[in-house]
């Protein structure tokens, strides 16, 4: 199964990511985690790229490409084989990041964009992706004052990010049976749990 955490920034995908994986392998499932952009040595090296402040000139399209380049690797070096051995991946963003970002956020052409996702993943989406929804005046504000890097990606206007947060909201209205949204202004202990019961109610039963 591949599920997929995505929300705008200071949702807490990334703790809520390790909290969730935990709880699953208690459960008998064997997870790997991973995240965008990033996951591989390649990836990595893209991240640094796309996420420093001295590259602020970057245009949209180079940004939109340089994601796609790293979740090409993530998916060819990372998710596919682990899929194949039957394990659980869960990844803190993917491809609807992309629509997002540099769809909604940014303007770039959707249809152009669900071109070059089909091609960078080779037409593999999630089975069920987790939409951790909250304010964006309140998910930046989290991620000032809560001693995580402020990037490149972070330092858009508030108006790009709202522009972001709809673009999600659009999606999962768009596509419910692969979308769930959780409520990330309530306290993380209730996160955790409205995300665990939705994974549950998706996985196939177990096998007597």
């Known amino acids: 199964m591949f599920i997929t955490l995505e929300g705008p920034e200071g949702s807490g995908k990334s703790s809520q990511l390790t909290l969730l994986a935990e709880f699953l392998r208690q459960q008998g499932q064997v997870v790997l985690t991973t995240r965008e952009p990033g996951g591989t040595p390649i990836g990595d090296q893209v991240r640094e790229i796309l996420t420093n402040m001295r590259n602020t000139s970057m245009h ?46 940014h303007g770039n052409d959707l249809d152009v964009l669900r071109g070059l996702l089909q091609f960078a993943t080779g037409g593999l989406w999630p089975d069920l992706t987790l939409l951790l929804d909250l304010p964006v005046e309140t998910g930046l504000q989290r991620k000032r004052s809560g001693g995580v890097e402020w990037n490149r990606l972070d330092a858009y206007e508030v108006e790009f990010h709202r522009r972001v947060r709809q ?7 768009a596509e419910p049976a692969r979308w769930r949204i959780i409520d990330a202004t309530q ?9 665990r019961a939705a994974i549950l109610e998706c996985l196939p039963p177990a096998r007597g």
């Open 60 to 105: 949209a399209r180079t940004e939109t490409l340089l994601f796609c380049a790293a979740r090409a690797q993530l998916v060819n070096e990372v998710i596919r084989p682990c899929l194949a051995r039957g394990e659980m991946v869960i990844s803190d963003r993917y491809a609807d990041s992309t629509l997002a970002y540099q769809g909604f956020g």
């Open 167 to 173: 673009g999600f909201l659009a999606m999962a209205c």
């Open 187 to 195: 306290p993380r202990e209730q996160v955790q749990t409205a995300l």
